[in-house]
């Protein structure tokens, strides 16, 4: 009897193919994957979607980046809740301030297995996937005619406010920045969000450009920001800020919207003190680990708060979660997502996680020197925010 046997598979071993060097996670994930992944499951509903949404804020956790899930927390935060809950942003400033503590006692392993870091990790992914969601802040377009000298003082017709009177000094603040003020607060009082989008904007970017142009102050010389920034990491020192920074021309719509807040809320017409103080923090800097392009966001969420809100039926923010108790059992399934991960080696040194990781790197040439300079000329006001991210990162990244 003739028996016909299969052939041997040979498996070759190309010895010229290279190791694919690209930065993974602990469980071996790509990292700008695992991160998209995480998102993704942040905007779906149900037991799969929060299984998938722990599994990979706790792998991305382990593996270094613990500062990269709370910079995520905050864009996520920003960009898909915002106005539908503003008390996200002060429950994020408490949960990230009790794991800065434990950060500053415990080693880089014993942090990771300490169970009340992990519910407290949990606890938040949960949050962010179970809040109510809202479209992320379109910002209106600003024509490049409204640049021309003279526009301002040919559309400006709102009236005087007490509020302007109060805010805007002629020692150090422009006519501008007076005529801004009044239809800041004119659009505000009629609840027309785009409108006070628009001067927004209008405001900051014709600070720019007259900042651009001068090499010096903008709309303004007065310094009504901090004088010093916080720490890049807990327990790390302070970052001082230049005397130019202090006179940007958004802290002075900050200061406007802030007495615009207290005089409607002596009328009870909202009742969102913590969160509105929690959005100036961040807006004045406060959090090293927000992407800096969403400080304007958050000057516009404090907009939005003072001419929407107190049309609201209960001018207040309503709780993060409807069931507690549904929250606290999934928590406590949290646990088993971080056992799973810590089964895993962990990271060398030298592969820990890296704020730029999250982004898959772009395929394209590089710019010559002409190109580079004229690019760095046409920078608009969200580039420049970029410019300083990559900063940021940078030191982050340093070994």
Known sequence: MEVHRAPIQVNEINPTQQEDLRPKTRCGYLVPEAYSCYETALGETGAVASGKALHFAADLVCSGGLDIWIRGAYSYAIQHISLANPRIFVYLKQRFSELDKKTIQLPQEALYSNPDVQSTISETVLILQLCPKRSKIVWPKVDVNTKRPGWLRGVAGAPETRVTRLVWSNDGDTPPLYLVANELCKSIAEAASERVLFWIRWTLEEDARIRKETKGHG???????????????????????????????????????????????????????????????????????????????????????????PRWKVPAAPPLVEDPVRLARAVGHGTSFFKEVLAHPPLPPSRQLKPTMTRAQKQGAKKTGKAEEKAKKELSMEEHFDAYDAVMEAYLNRQ
């Open 219 to 309: 709309l303004s010389t007065r310094e009504r920001g901090p004088a010093v920034a916080p720490p890049l990491h807990p327990g790390g020192k302070t970052v001082s800020v230049s005397p130019k920074q202090r006179s940007d021309a958004g802290h002075f719509i900050a200061q406007l919207l802030s007495e615009i807040y207290k005089e409607l809320a002596t009328q009870s017409l909202v009742r969102m003190h913590e969160e509105f103080a929690e959005l100036m923090r961040l807006w004045r800097a406060g959090e090293a680990r927000m992407p800096a392009r969403f400080r304007r966001d958050c000057l516009a969420l404090m907009a939005l708060i003072v001419s929407e809100v």
